[in-house]
């Protein structure tokens, strides 16, 4: 009896809440959500921080030595790092010398101009957190500038993505005819060719390494899923009942593409756009690695793996370990919470 009324007090509350409120309320019903949640938020804390400087800001300035090793193993043996304690003897210059040099008239005005670039050299630490690379830049600066640039890249092409993709997808989904055979063969280009191929191709022919180029390829090139998925829903949403209501009332075509129909697809929207999140960040290692990428005077998770392939035959794998350790934490948490999330959104296709 109080089961039955629990029951029915539950099913009223579903019915009051709004689409958004009930997919919430599924999220983050488990622990699992709130836990990717909470780790997403420290990386985009940490993202945030280094962009306004507060973190990581000198992650290029040398403070320990060549290959400076982690801290838990600060005994081991580090040829290359006492290599980069050796200092220069400074030559003594006598009458002896002065009497034959050309330039020991000069001798005053070039120490004079020395005192004005003379800067105190601070001791080079022996050994870090977890540990340094070849200039002797801190691991832990490095991962989080790497992490900040990567996921800044991720979530941006997206973004890019998903606004090409879904516009596309409305336009032809909406109006159909010439319009959906013209876009249909513009989506058979760009899926025609394998996608790391494409994007390498197009790489190769922009030619102007940064950061906003990395996410310019990314973004024009991985627009076809989302196009496809919105391109059908438009097609069955148009021919809805609110639609034909809209299209009485005098509703321009605009109006029912972008106010009407674009709301009851923005789940697919998000869902599309967490996935790409992933997917770029995955690419834009792969192009850093292969050299398309990010340029080598700033840092990505690519740019890092890149650095490792001499330093392994040395030995040094920490820098390999950090990298690879931080951008699987941040996939694996941002893939779980994908799949989460198109649950909640879609628990018809959860059901499946």
Request: overall charge neutral; some cysteine; glycine content about 8%.
């Amino acid at each position: 009896m109080s089961g039955g009324s629990k029951s029915s007090k539950d099913l009223n509350m579903s019915n009051s809440q709004g689409f958004w409120a009930q997919a919430m309320r599924r999220l983050f019903s488990g622990w699992l959500a709130r836990a990717c949640v909470l780790i997403l938020l420290v990386f985009l804390a940490a993202t945030l921080a280094g962009w306004v400087g507060l973190i990581a800001n000198n992650w290029d300035e040398p403070i320990a030595v060549s290959y400076a090793n982690p801290d838990f193993m600060k005994d081991a043996p580090n040829p290359q790092g006492e290599s980069s304690r050796l200092t220069y003897e400074k030559l003594e210059i006598d009458d002896a010398l002065r009497s034959v040099d050309p330039l020991a008239a000069n001798y005053g005005k070039f120490d004079e101009a020395e005192k004005q670039y003379h800067q105190e050299e601070k001791p080079l630490d022996w050994s870090r957190p977890l540990g340094a690379d070849k200039q002797g830049r801190d691991v832990v600066d490095k991962v989080i500038k790497a992490s900040q640039v990567s996921i800044t890249v991720g979530v941006l092409a997206a973004l890019l993505a998903v606004i090409i993709g879904t516009f596309l997808g409305a336009m032809a989904g909406y109006f159909g005819g010439m319009v959906d055979a013209a876009l249909e063969w513009l989506y058979s280009v760009f899926t025609a060719m394998p996608y790391i191929l494409l994007v390498m191709a197009i790489a190769s022919i922009v030619r102007t390494p940064g950061i906003s180029t990395v996410i310019f390829i990314l973004g024009v090139t991985g627009w076809t899923g989302t196009y496809r998925l919105i391109r059908s829903e438009y097609v069955k949403q148009r021919g809805r009942e609110y639609i034909q209501a809209a299209n009485a009332i005098g509703a321009s075509n605009s109006r029912r593409m972008f106010v009407h129909i674009l709301p009851n697809v923005s789940h697919l929207m998000l869902v599309q756009l967490s996935q790409l999140v992933v997917d770029f960040i995955k690419s834009e290692v792969v192009l850093s690695f292969l050299g398309f990428g990010v340029p080598t005077s700033s840092v990505s998770w690519g740019v890092m793996i890149s650095e490792v392939r001499a330093e392994l035959v040395l030995g040094k794998w920490w820098q390999l370990a950090a990298a690879a350790g931080v951008m699987s934490l941040f996939v694996v948490t941002f893939g779980l919470f994908t799949d989460l999330l198109r649950d909640a959104l879609d628990p018809k296709a959860r059901r499946k």
